[in-house]
């Protein structure tokens, strides 16, 4: 019995709704809801995690991604523009530099900075200082290579133009090219503050005063101290989603915008 | 359109080119090119693609670095190492065959933002000398559209007034038309006519040899980085005397006669 296309393509589609159906069934079956209830979803006796999970692990997770982001950034558009330099020992340094610092994990560089620095140096730098700077030199290496395409982008008779209107190169750039460049780095430039913002959950790792403490931080003090299972992590999980997901929904609040007039 | 109502006073500069090279690696794309341009006057560059008419035009403001040779653009030394580019460009206006305007400005503010943040002019004298030139290229009531809401040929108007907008001493246009659909290329043409017309000294690449006859003083044919032939207008393309410019005329006035 022959099928048409179109009942074929109606057969496929029943079939992977019945088998994802299938799957879905048969873990909840497969589940020791028991334990599972107890490991993940003990939300009542979270109690001792709050506020402190918020007023100090949530501002800490929003103040190491802002000061990481910001150093990232600045550090990030000094290597876009030196990798686009014609004096030669720029690239080559700024070429250096990224391939050093995305090639590595960054938890090594926290951990040079929270335990190698003071034994090279002897300075012990507060712990923001640290988180700021280790996951700023990380991030700053991809949102160079972000920075850099974003302004190559933008076409050159866009800077000819400018400069034939008598602007000098840096204002051609002010002016012209990086409002441009920005939106089309948007949506890059969002990830990388999403992937910061969950990188900052390896500060743990440089252990710190409670005042200091992440979000990540206390849900694992909470899987120790509370009788709650994995629950704290659970919420943490969570408490990320909340930062993560409105981040996304403004970016592709400007992208529609820009997308629409094209400018 | 009426834009003879609306002349400007024009400060015309004069243009002296003497023994430009430019080479792009082994290519030499201009062999030593001399080319006076009095003030006021119009100068259509003919010649096939490739003749290095644009690469010279783009020497003058020095949006290319010439190998050799000099180039004086009114006061200015425009080869010597020392003078002051932005301040010399300032008073060369360039149109540019893709208009090249900025996507993310108003039209207004494309002929405001360099006015205002380089010859530091209030913003409502800007916006009053800006609205002046718009009103010049018939495009008074665009100033709050962004470019892409216009046409190829109204984009192209607003880049001429963008440009005016400096009061440039002298203006160059590379292929201003080359990128229009036909039916707009009239509106743009019969400005650069007024233009011309208000005494502003104009270096014109062009493929449209109607206007070069039509509005320029002198046209200058070039080929293989050579001036080949020039001289007036109705001359050169009228009575051309070297085999090449009688060659390439033939191919540009009359495109379905080929010689196989």
């Not at chain 1, 992937?195 to 500060?203: E, F, I, M, N, V």
């Not at chain 2, 900025?102 to 503010?109: A, D, N, Y």
């Not at chain 2, 933002?113 to 665009?142: N, T, Y």
């Amino acid at each position: 019995m022959a099928m048409t296309t179109s009942q074929r393509a109606r057969m496929s589609k029943t079939i992977q709704i019945v088998l994802f159906v299938a799957i879905i069934i048969a873990l909840i079956a497969i589940v020791d809801w028991k334990k599972a209830g107890y490991a993940f979803f003990s939300f009542n006796k979270l109690g001792p995690m709050f506020p402190d999970m918020i007023l100090v692990g949530l501002k800490n997770t929003i103040f190491y991604t802002i000061i990481s982001f910001a150093f990232g950034l600045a550090l990030g558009l000094l290597l876009a523009l030196m990798k686009m330099a014609s004096f030669a020992p720029y690239r080559w340094f700024a070429t250096a530099f990224i391939e050093f610092f995305r090639g590595i994990p960054a938890i090594l560089v926290l951990l040079a900075f929270g335990f190698g620095l003071p034994q090279a140096f002897g300075t012990q730098w507060p712990q923001p200082v640290n988180v700021m700077c280790a996951l700023g030199l990380v991030s700053a290496a991809y949102i160079a290579e972000t920075l850099r395409a974003g302004l190559q982008a933008v076409p050159k008779g866009q800077t000819e133009a400018a400069r034939s209107l008598g602007m000098p190169a840096w204002r051609a750039m002010l002016t012209i090219v990086i409002p441009q460049a920005f939106k089309i780095v948007l949506p890059p430039m969002t990830n990388e503050i999403i992937l910061l913002t969950k990188d900052t959950s390896l500060a743990f790792i440089l252990g710190a005063a409670m005042a200091q403490y992440e979000m990540t931080k206390f849900g694992r003090d909470g899987i120790s101290q509370l009788d709650a299972g994995l629950t704290p992590l659970v919420v943490a999980g969570l408490f990320y989603l909340v930062i993560t997901i409105p981040l996304s929904l403004v970016a592709r609040k400007f992208e529609s915008r820009a997308a629409k007039t094209k400018r | 359109m009426s834009t003879d109502t609306n002349q400007i006073s024009v400060n015309a500069a004069g243009v002296e080119i003497s023994g430009l090279r430019k080479s792009y690696g082994s290519n030499e794309v201009l062999k030593g090119i001399d080319l006076n341009v009095a003030p006021g006057e119009v100068v259509c560059l003919i010649g096939p693609s490739g003749s290095g008419k644009s690469t010279l035009l783009r020497c003058v403001n020095l949006l290319e670095q010439p190998n050799g040779g000099s180039i004086l653009v009114g006061g200015f030394n425009a080869t010597d190492p020392e003078v002051n580019l932005d301040k010399m460009r300032q008073k060369v206006g360039m149109v540019f065959q893709q208009f090249n305007l900025f996507p993310h400005l108003t039209v207004l503010e494309n002929c405001t933002v360099a006015p205002i943040k380089v010859l530091k002019r209030k913003k409502v004298d800007a916006q009053k000398i800006a609205k002046s030139h718009l009103e010049r290229v018939g495009l008074g009531d665009f100033g709050e559209r962004y470019p892409d809401q216009l046409s190829g040929g109204q984009q192209q108007r607003v880049a001429i007034a963008r440009a005016l907008s400096m009061e440039p001493t002298l203006m160059l246009f590379d292929e201003p038309t080359s990128a229009l659909d036909p039916e707009t290329v009239g509106e743009v043409l019969a400005i650069m006519k007024s233009l011309a017309q208000a005494g502003m000294t104009m270096l014109v690449v062009t493929h449209e040899m109607a206007f070069a006859k039509e509005v320029a003083d002198r046209v200058v044919f070039m080929d293989g980085g050579v001036v080949v032939e020039e001289g007036k207008a109705s001359e050169v393309i009228g009575n051309p005397q070297q085999p090449r410019t009688q060659d390439f005329l033939r191919r540009v006035l009359d495109p379905t006669h080929v010689d196989i």
